[in-house]
């Protein structure tokens, strides 16, 4: 019995389309359909009915499901096991949300290269939905990214790590002894955010949206540039706390109190379904087990 077949047959029960099973899979309806055959002349029953209305899973399919992600689930643990005595070689490609690589690339890079000497890594830095759309479009391995509320389904997503937010200005600006800021006082100041369209940014849009008159957001796509540029005065900024944290002890930075608190951001890691390799499931356990370990440290 192939994996791949029953792979195919656990996306197409689960899109309940051959259609759209073949899009995810990257593969043509025909070779899906072929696969699903293949099976069904195995075990000897029918898994699907089609007709105008649609593909509706058999009762035989009902049962085999459960049976067929297990023996996925097993296969994977397998090669898992068998990754950590066989080296890994190649080349793989990661995506990483720039606030992420400011924190933690460098550890990353270091603790990756003690597992996998053997395997070179492509880093790129950008926005969450510039990293989803490598990812569907097999520009990038993996993603490290800021967790979004809508992701496609041929992603895997779990969560990686999520940090408290907080606005931020110099010492000197005129909201830096004020005992509470309300929204209207945040709004005197020009802010500075994440590129437009990021989570960050869409919340700023919707925290500010019953004035009548928007603040000024300037967005800046580095971390460091951020940073650089609150420190100079040019605006306040919300900001996830493990970045500024240092410059908030060194008195640097000031942080605003607000009526509310600003909501955790949260990051994930995501690669595709139709992956099948261990490697970038291996990456990304690592990359959570690193992250929490430090916090609980």
Not at 65 to 72: F, N, T
Not at 156 to 161: A, F, G, Q
Not at 181 to 188: D, G, K, N, P
């Amino acid at each position: 019995m192939r994996l791949r077949n029953l792979a195919t047959f656990i996306k197409v029960a689960r899109l309940g389309s051959f259609h759209a099973a073949a899009q995810q899979l990257h593969a043509s309806q025909p070779a899906i359909s072929a696969r699903i055959i293949a099976l069904e002349e195995e075990l000897g029953v029918k898994l699907f009915s089609r007709d105008k209305s649609g593909t509706r899973i058999t009762a035989w399919g009902n049962q085999l499901l459960p049976y067929a992600e297990k023996l996925l689930a097993i296969s994977q643990e397998m090669k898992a096991q068998v990754s950590q005595v066989k080296p890994q070689k190649g080349t793989l490609r990661i995506g990483i949300a720039d606030t992420l690589a400011h924190l933690w690339l460098s550890s990353l890079l270091k603790h990756w290269q003690e597992q996998y000497p053997l395997i070179s890594f492509e880093l790129t830095s950008d926005v969450t939905p510039t990293l989803i759309r490598q990812l569907q479009n097999h520009q990038i391995d993996l993603a490290l990214m800021v967790a979004e509320q809508s992701i496609p389904p041929n992603l895997v997503i779990d969560p990686l790590c999520s940090y408290p937010q907080c606005w931020v200005a110099i010492p000197g600006h005129k909201l830096a002894n004020a005992q509470v800021c309300s929204i209207e006082e945040l709004a005197t100041s020009p802010l500075l955010s994440f590129p437009r369209d990021s989570r960050p940014w869409h919340f700023l849009q919707q925290y500010f949206s019953p004035l009548n008159e928007p603040p000024v957001i300037h967005t800046c796509s580095s971390v460091a540039n951020l940073l650089t540029l609150v420190r100079q005065g040019v605006g306040i900024a919300l900001l996830p706390l493990p970045l500024v944290e240092q410059l908030l002890k060194n008195a640097e930075l000031v942080a605003l109190q607000t009526q509310a608190a600003p909501p955790e951001l949260a990051f994930c890691y995501s690669w595709r379904l139709d992956d099948d390799r261990i490697l970038p499931r291996l990456l990304a356990d690592s990359s959570r087990a690193i992250m929490q370990f430090s916090a609980s440290g």
